[in-house]
């Protein structure tokens, strides 16, 4: 046995610990003014305990919402599908809204951002663990609907994820105007019927 | 006369060495080490000097950003305007991921993305002075393709804009997957024609 049930234990409840401590402390200060230091101090740990598992206060915050998002059974959950495509994307997209409109979340997630805006090698574990599995769940919502005939047969699926998602993550980031669950609504439906006119008089 | 004619000239040329030093700086160390002292020391200015125009590094980062932007007359330029609006579209698309993905653009650009996330005094300035003329360039080809019938009577032409540059900002802010001039093409084409299928058989 290489690690005692006990010490094992108590690196758990540490590990909980500085990664609860992460999400208060960027909530409260902000990403720019977080430190290993003030981790250290809120989850009452030595400085060096961080760095034994994590070499920078991103990464430490990346873990932290990856602790947020484990599931039961680690995996993310499904997105509805109730038949009706357009209604399951307003559902989902509006739940995405407030989400992010929530202060509580909004914060910490600006700091993923800046966090995986400024650190490629963050960025792409950050697309590997996080993300990609979410963006997987969504082409699996989108590919039974291409099933079902409600979509193009020719449609890039990652294109389509990005059509629906991407303007509400980049409207939240650049604060361009304010995130309402209208505007996600009227994305679902000018994603889906396209920009250009339907049922042309030709 | 308020300013001697001299001092307003040393003035402005301060000015300009401190926005390109602001440019250059963060360019090679980043956005988390832009400090206010480098730019000083590039500049080749007193720290003072710079405090006395803006109060953080974020502010003066976008400051030169919108030196970059200034044209001759100071008006962003209109988009082109062939009668074929694909096309036209996927030519500016695919210049604005060229220019994202120009590492002498990336590192600047995905600083001012960092400095208007987190500090939203500063993401109100970038809508009003930055973000906001752009957008109404792009409104303005769109306007003009839906004078021609090309678009969709009743759109939202807020949202019409979110849908063709959203996607490729959002890819490039999160690294999620290689930014490309196909990946360009392709959000072009779906956001026109919409992600359900075109002509179905009924």
Do not use: C
């Amino acid at each position: 046995m290489v690690t005692h049930p006990n010490a094992s234990r108590r690196s758990e409840s540490s590990r909980r610990a500085i990664l609860t401590a992460a999400l208060e402390l960027v909530n409260e200060v902000g990403y720019a003014k977080l430190s290993i230091e003030g981790i250290a101090a809120r989850a009452g740990v030595g400085k060096q305990t961080i760095y034994r598992w994590w070499p920078s206060k991103g990464t430490v915050l990346f873990e932290a919402f990856l602790m947020l998002n484990e599931g039961e059974d680690g995996e993310p959950a499904a997105l509805p599908d109730t038949g009706d495509l357009e209604a399951d994307l307003k559902t989902v997209l509006r739940a995405t809204v407030e989400e992010l409109n929530d202060p509580s979340y909004d914060e910490p997630m600006r700091a993923l951002n800046t966090a995986i805006t400024e650190d490629s090698v963050l960025a792409a574990a950050y697309a590997e663990r996080l993300d990609g599995p979410m963006k997987e769940v969504k082409k699996q919502r989108l590919r039974s609907a291409q099933r079902a005939g409600q979509l193009a047969e020719d449609l890039d699926l990652d294109v389509a994820v990005d059509m629906v998602w991407g303007p509400v993550l980049n409207r939240w980031l650049q604060r361009a105007a304010p995130l309402t669950t209208d505007y996600a609504d009227s994305v679902v439906t000018t994603a889906l019927s396209g920009l250009r006119p339907r049922d042309p008089a030709s």
